[in-house]
């Protein structure tokens, strides 16, 4: 897929007036990869949206790319750290007031330190993953979960990863991660469903992104982050509430996860 | 305060538009202070809200803090022997009504419902079936008391503070938060209002009629069949009613007794109206509610003058409760225009042409004559008003957005005005074009007097004046 949107904009260029609102959109880790795309689609898809990310040059390009690209402010930047927590209260009521309310939140901020081979240890990478990819998400999350729970309405989506659903012998802290970030989304699903709330759990495989550079060995089934943006807003559309991308993995995953113990600590990956 | 907690989607009347937004709820005039220092603090917008009855965004506030005002909703003073009376901001009209009708007196002003509150009443001036005559309800303001941002409280009357009295009452909240108000009610002499009801055939003598009865009565309101086309576009029934002159209701301490003003909660004895809605909603669409109004204009024919209660004449909306409900999903949204006398006709039959070619026919018309007044942002003029509601659907938002700004463009051109308690998609240049650069000006000076930090803001303000 490009990188670019096609120039002609959005297919649905109404201008916003009261009957015709836009829906809101933040995005937490939009900079690159997964977050860039899903900004862009939903741009596309007549959006307004908060992008966050640390990198503020990233951040900057990809707002003025899609703004210039439909003739209009469609996209805000904030530069942030997840790891500051508290900032996160006055920022989310900030982006909540210059959008005018919220209708979706997609977490994609995601650190992967490897410690470097199967018998090396390094607590420090595992510290800043647990800190960015599960620390950071309850952060955000949680006061968004208040205003969502109190308005009976909005969609929460939250990138963990394959990695989560099983303990490897390759990356302890970031299998730790994504497992506490899954079950952490679990648990807002089952809070927040009968307040009319939805929570979509992403588990991508491998994507084509920043980080498949850090992964060690074979990376079978990447795929564009497009793609994974593609199935991550079919399934906001649908409500579902946890997908694989590719949808392959949701078998691969099955069979991962009944591997008895007895064999699967004895292999290598 | 954890505010995320107060986090709510406040609707319009119409449940066509949705807005979230902090609510927090008011009770006395420091809660109000206290209120405005918060969201100073936090850097958050504040909007005023009373029953949520505005047809458009006038008490949405996206993302912003709303205080909700039916919580000050005392009646201070009540003086039955020179009709005076000083209400808390979130009194409803209803509270008020009930409180002055017994020892013979009657609101000099009302709308179409009786859940309105008297903040949201001034500030948006509403006007009557009687506006022809007496104006909006400005008028009758003996005085009131707003907080300003700054957290002064403002004194107000014709005499005193008169820039702001009469910028205040239609300055859409965005000057200050009232918090009580003094009006004068008017004397009535019976519970019962004599109406006389006959049809016009057409909109040339309907206009006419409302122009020539208005005179000779105390209210004046038109029905209007939206669907009719060619000769009997803007047919409908006329409704001209006059309060009873002293003596003329031997009746009088009875019928003005509360048991004798209150709607029936069932029809024909039997079924509860709450539950009417759900039935109305299959008629609710385009060939159904095309045949309901043709029944109407049948019925309608039979010339006649019957006496009716004050809250049954007045409270139409309130007859079947929850009727906009009956809209479905997507609600509903009334687009209101003002033309004068000269222009009127013309202009609404193009209008009327237009949501016929558009597919997109109102479902209601209702037509009233009027009158100037000196409010600030007034939509007062020599001439009539037509109300139409829409109702609103997933698929014609677009369609209808677009529709109602074209009629914006036809009802400027023939001079005409809007009312901001209604139409959601007027833009910041048609209400410049009616209003004039001076209005504004002068609005905004107010504004950064009262104001200096733009805290008051609305969905309503940023949309037309930023």
């Given at each position: 897929m490009t990188d670019t949107i096609s120039a002609g904009g959005s297919p649905r260029p109404a201008p916003v007036t009261p009957l015709n609102p836009r829906r809101r959109g933040l995005i937490i880790g939009?900079?690159?990869?997964l977050g860039a795309e899903l900004a862009r689609k939903l741009a596309y898809n007549g959006y307004s949206l908060a992008l966050l990310a640390r990198r503020k040059e990233k951040l900057d390009a990809l707002c003025a790319e899609i703004n210039s690209a439909f003739k209009e402010q469609r996209a805000l930047a904030y530069v942030h750290d997840v790891a500051e927590y508290d900032q996160v209260s006055s920022l989310l009521r900030k982006i909540v007031a210059d959008l005018g309310g919220l209708d979706l939140v997609i977490f994609v901020a995601g650190v992967n330190y490897p410690?470097?081979?199967?018998?090396k240890y390094n607590f420090e990478n595992d510290r800043k993953m647990i800190e960015v990819n599960l620390i950071g998400a309850m952060a955000w999350l949680h006061p968004i979960a208040e205003l969502f729970q109190s308005a009976r309405a909005g969609q929460i989506v939250g990138v963990a990863s394959v990695a989560g659903d099983r303990g490897r012998v390759g990356n302890p802290g970031y299998n730790t991660s994504k497992a506490g970030l899954a079950t952490y989304l679990e648990a807002l699903r089952n809070r927040l469903t009968r307040h009319g709330v939805h929570v979509l759990t992403v588990k991508p495989g491998f994507?084509?992104?920043?980080?498949?550079?850090?992964?060690?060995g074979p990376t079978p089934f990447a795929i564009e982050p497009s793609k994974a943006a593609d199935d991550i807003l079919e399934a906001v559309k649908k409500r579902k509430q946890v997908i694989y991308t590719a949808s392959i993995w949701r078998w691969i995953m099955l069979a991962i996860q009944h591997t008895p113990s007895i064999i699967f600590r004895r292999l290598s990956f | 305060m954890n505010l995320n907690t107060h986090f709510t989607q406040l609707e319009n009347f119409g449940h066509s538009l949705r807005a979230p937004a902090y609510r927090i709820r008011i009770r006395t005039t420091e809660d109000i202070y206290e209120a405005l220092q918060l969201a100073k603090k936090l850097d958050l917008k504040v909007t005023a809200r009373g029953t949520g009855i505005s047809y458009n965004d006038a008490s949405l506030n996206s993302g912003g803090i709303v205080l909700d005002m039916t919580g000050m909703n005392e009646i201070l003073e009540w003086d039955p022997a020179s009709g005076v009376v000083r209400c808390e901001s979130g009194v409803t009209l209803k509270q008020l009504w009930q409180k002055v009708v017994p020892e013979g007196w009657w609101p000099p002003v009302v709308s179409g419902t009786m859940k309105t509150t008297l903040g949201g009443c001034l500030s948006t001036n509403i006007h009557g079936k009687n506006n022809f005559k007496v104006g909006p309800i400005g008028e009758h303001v003996v005085e009131f008391v707003a907080m300003t941002p700054t957290g002064a409280l403002v004194t107000c009357s014709p005499n005193q503070n008169a820039d702001l009295f009469y910028a205040m009452i239609s300055g859409l909240g965005m000057l200050g938060v009232f918090t009580s108000v003094t009006l004068k009610m008017k004397r009535v002499h019976s519970g019962l209002i004599v109406v006389e009801a006959r049809p016009v055939p057409n909109l040339n003598q309907h206009l006419t009629d409302l122009c020539e009865d208005a005179p000779n009565h105390d209210y004046i309101v038109g029905w209007l069949d939206t669907f009719a086309r060619g000769n009997t576009l803007g047919r409908g029934q006329i409704h001209a009613a006059r309060n009873l002159k002293a003596g003329e209701d031997s009746n009088a301490q009875e019928t003005l007794q509360l048991k004798y003003q209150h709607l029936p909660d069932r029809l024909f004895g039997v079924m509860p109206k709450s539950l009417l809605h759900y039935f109305m909603n299959p008629f609710v669409n385009n060939l159904g509610w095309r045949a309901v109004n043709v029944a109407k204009y049948l019925s309608a024919l039979r010339k006649h003058t019957f006496k009716q209660s004050h809250a049954e004449f007045h409270f139409l909306l309130d007859y079947v409760p929850n009727w906009e409900r009956s809209f479905g999903k997507g609600g509903l949204i009334q687009y209101q225009s003002f033309l004068p006398k000269e222009t009127a006709e013309t202009a609404w039959r193009e209008i009327l042409r237009l949501s016929h070619r558009r597919n997109l026919p109102a479902y209601l018309g209702v037509t009233k004559r009027h009158r100037p007044d000196k409010f600030l942002l007034t939509h007062g003029l020599d001439g009539f008003s037509l109300a139409m509601d829409f109702k609103v659907t997933d698929r014609n938002r677009e369609a209808l957005s677009r529709m109602l700004q074209e009629f914006d463009q036809i009802i400027l051109e023939a001079g005409g005005r809007f009312y901001f308690a209604k139409n959601s998609e007027t833009s910041a240049e048609s209400a410049r074009r009616f209003l004039g650069d001076e209005t504004i000006h002068r609005f905004k000076k107010l504004k950064q007097r009262c104001d200096p930090e733009n805290l008051l803001e609305s969905d309503l303000y940023r949309r037309l004046f930023k």
């Amino acid at each position: 897929m490009t990188d670019t949107i096609s120039a002609g904009g959005s297919p649905r260029p109404a201008p916003v007036t009261p009957l015709n609102p836009r829906r809101r959109g933040l995005i937490i880790g939009a900079s690159d990869g997964l977050g860039a795309e899903l900004a862009r689609k939903l741009a596309y898809n007549g959006y307004s949206l908060a992008l966050l990310a640390r990198r503020k040059e990233k951040l900057d390009a990809l707002c003025a790319e899609i703004n210039s690209a439909f003739k209009e402010q469609r996209a805000l930047a904030y530069v942030h750290d997840v790891a500051e927590y508290d900032q996160v209260s006055s920022l989310l009521r900030k982006i909540v007031a210059d959008l005018g309310g919220l209708d979706l939140v997609i977490f994609v901020a995601g650190v992967n330190y490897p410690p470097g081979g199967i018998d090396k240890y390094n607590f420090e990478n595992d510290r800043k993953m647990i800190e960015v990819n599960l620390i950071g998400a309850m952060a955000w999350l949680h006061p968004i979960a208040e205003l969502f729970q109190s308005a009976r309405a909005g969609q929460i989506v939250g990138v963990a990863s394959v990695a989560g659903d099983r303990g490897r012998v390759g990356n302890p802290g970031y299998n730790t991660s994504k497992a506490g970030l899954a079950t952490y989304l679990e648990a807002l699903r089952n809070r927040l469903t009968r307040h009319g709330v939805h929570v979509l759990t992403v588990k991508p495989g491998f994507l084509k992104t920043e980080m498949l550079k850090a992964a060690q060995g074979p990376t079978p089934f990447a795929i564009e982050p497009s793609k994974a943006a593609d199935d991550i807003l079919e399934a906001v559309k649908k409500r579902k509430q946890v997908i694989y991308t590719a949808s392959i993995w949701r078998w691969i995953m099955l069979a991962i996860q009944h591997t008895p113990s007895i064999i699967f600590r004895r292999l290598s990956f | 305060m954890n505010l995320n907690t107060h986090f709510t989607q406040l609707e319009n009347f119409g449940h066509s538009l949705r807005a979230p937004a902090y609510r927090i709820r008011i009770r006395t005039t420091e809660d109000i202070y206290e209120a405005l220092q918060l969201a100073k603090k936090l850097d958050l917008k504040v909007t005023a809200r009373g029953t949520g009855i505005s047809y458009n965004d006038a008490s949405l506030n996206s993302g912003g803090i709303v205080l909700d005002m039916t919580g000050m909703n005392e009646i201070l003073e009540w003086d039955p022997a020179s009709g005076v009376v000083r209400c808390e901001s979130g009194v409803t009209l209803k509270q008020l009504w009930q409180k002055v009708v017994p020892e013979g007196w009657w609101p000099p002003v009302v709308s179409g419902t009786m859940k309105t509150t008297l903040g949201g009443c001034l500030s948006t001036n509403i006007h009557g079936k009687n506006n022809f005559k007496v104006g909006p309800i400005g008028e009758h303001v003996v005085e009131f008391v707003a907080m300003t941002p700054t957290g002064a409280l403002v004194t107000c009357s014709p005499n005193q503070n008169a820039d702001l009295f009469y910028a205040m009452i239609s300055g859409l909240g965005m000057l200050g938060v009232f918090t009580s108000v003094t009006l004068k009610m008017k004397r009535v002499h019976s519970g019962l209002i004599v109406v006389e009801a006959r049809p016009v055939p057409n909109l040339n003598q309907h206009l006419t009629d409302l122009c020539e009865d208005a005179p000779n009565h105390d209210y004046i309101v038109g029905w209007l069949d939206t669907f009719a086309r060619g000769n009997t576009l803007g047919r409908g029934q006329i409704h001209a009613a006059r309060n009873l002159k002293a003596g003329e209701d031997s009746n009088a301490q009875e019928t003005l007794q509360l048991k004798y003003q209150h709607l029936p909660d069932r029809l024909f004895g039997v079924m509860p109206k709450s539950l009417l809605h759900y039935f109305m909603n299959p008629f609710v669409n385009n060939l159904g509610w095309r045949a309901v109004n043709v029944a109407k204009y049948l019925s309608a024919l039979r010339k006649h003058t019957f006496k009716q209660s004050h809250a049954e004449f007045h409270f139409l909306l309130d007859y079947v409760p929850n009727w906009e409900r009956s809209f479905g999903k997507g609600g509903l949204i009334q687009y209101q225009s003002f033309l004068p006398k000269e222009t009127a006709e013309t202009a609404w039959r193009e209008i009327l042409r237009l949501s016929h070619r558009r597919n997109l026919p109102a479902y209601l018309g209702v037509t009233k004559r009027h009158r100037p007044d000196k409010f600030l942002l007034t939509h007062g003029l020599d001439g009539f008003s037509l109300a139409m509601d829409f109702k609103v659907t997933d698929r014609n938002r677009e369609a209808l957005s677009r529709m109602l700004q074209e009629f914006d463009q036809i009802i400027l051109e023939a001079g005409g005005r809007f009312y901001f308690a209604k139409n959601s998609e007027t833009s910041a240049e048609s209400a410049r074009r009616f209003l004039g650069d001076e209005t504004i000006h002068r609005f905004k000076k107010l504004k950064q007097r009262c104001d200096p930090e733009n805290l008051l803001e609305s969905d309503l303000y940023r949309r037309l004046f930023k």
